[in-house]
């Protein structure tokens, strides 16, 4: 049995927007810039080559998968995707969704200046609408 | 037929090592980072998730076989993967291995100060290295 625990610095910058086959899919605590984290649920996995074959057949379909809904949902000017893990070690994927007039734009907003919470329930209540996206994907709505 | 056209700025700034069913590799021209770039020769393509499934799934496993010549090649702390194009539109992802000692650690490399090219015929000889050690990691050496 995986005992998977979700590292505790992505717990506490992120909400739960739902579980896919493999990876939890988080919203990240930032207003300025849509950003989702696909965290393959598999202990001990730093590199994406680590994982299964399997496995990282399911990560490239579910990172797909997320890619579409971000762009469904915010229609952004690029996406920028990426496995970095400096910091926090435990494999996770970024799919940030970046635009012209965005906060770090051309540069990467890893590590940039400008983050921002959202404000009140609105973490909450946007992850909920990630969720329904991918649900509304899922089903070719 | 796909008339793929490697972008000039890639180009310019790389130098072939292989060409792997899907995607070229090639070896940035930054002497002070281990870089390398793959690109999946299908024109037009801007975002992972817009390449066909199966592209997707080649793609997956020729990033896992260049991080894993990086790994042996550089026995880097960590990967950076990412897939960003926010300069250079034509899909292209980055495998950086990247030191504790580096010149952007813990930071993102991508627009980082301090890039600095290869002297003499440093790239081609760097790119050939690589080339081999692809080589031997898919005989199994």
């Not at 998977?4 to 990876?23: G, K, M, N």
């Not at 598999?42 to 379909?61: C, F, Y």
């Not at 949902?73 to 990426?82: A, E, F, Q, R």
């Not at 990630?130 to 089903?139: P, Q, S, T």
């Given at each position: 049995?995986?005992?998977?625990?979700?590292?505790r610095?992505?717990?506490?910058?992120?909400?739960l927007?739902l579980?896919?086959?493999l990876?939890?899919?988080?919203?990240?605590?930032d207003?300025?810039?849509?950003?989702?984290?696909?965290?393959?649920?598999?202990?001990?996995v730093?590199e994406?080559?680590e994982?299964?074959?399997?496995?990282?057949?399911?990560?490239?379909?579910?990172?797909?998968?997320?890619?579409?809904?971000?762009?469904?949902?915010?229609?952004?000017d690029?996406?920028?995707?990426?496995?970095l893990?400096?910091?926090?070690e435990?494999?996770h994927?970024?799919?940030?969704?970046?635009f012209k007039?965005?906060?770090?734009?051309?540069?990467?907003?890893?590590?940039?200046d400008?983050?921002?919470?959202?404000?009140?329930?609105?973490?909450?209540?946007e992850?909920?609408?990630?969720?329904?996206?991918f649900?509304?994907?899922l089903?070719?709505?």
């Amino acid at each position: 049995m995986d005992t998977f625990l979700l590292h505790r610095r992505l717990a506490e910058d992120t909400a739960l927007a739902l579980e896919l086959p493999l990876c939890s899919v988080l919203l990240m605590d930032d207003a300025t810039v849509p950003w989702l984290i696909l965290v393959p649920r598999r202990s001990g996995v730093r590199e994406i080559h680590e994982l299964e074959r399997v496995d990282r057949l399911i990560l490239m379909e579910e990172l797909a998968l997320a890619s579409k809904v971000a762009c469904k949902l915010y229609s952004p000017d690029k996406l920028n995707v990426g496995a970095l893990g400096n910091i926090v070690e435990q494999l996770h994927i970024h799919v940030v969704s970046r635009f012209k007039a965005d906060r770090a734009w051309p540069g990467p907003v890893w590590g940039a200046d400008g983050a921002s919470a959202y404000a009140g329930e609105g973490l909450a209540a946007e992850a909920a609408r990630v969720r329904k996206a991918f649900e509304d994907v899922l089903k070719g709505a």
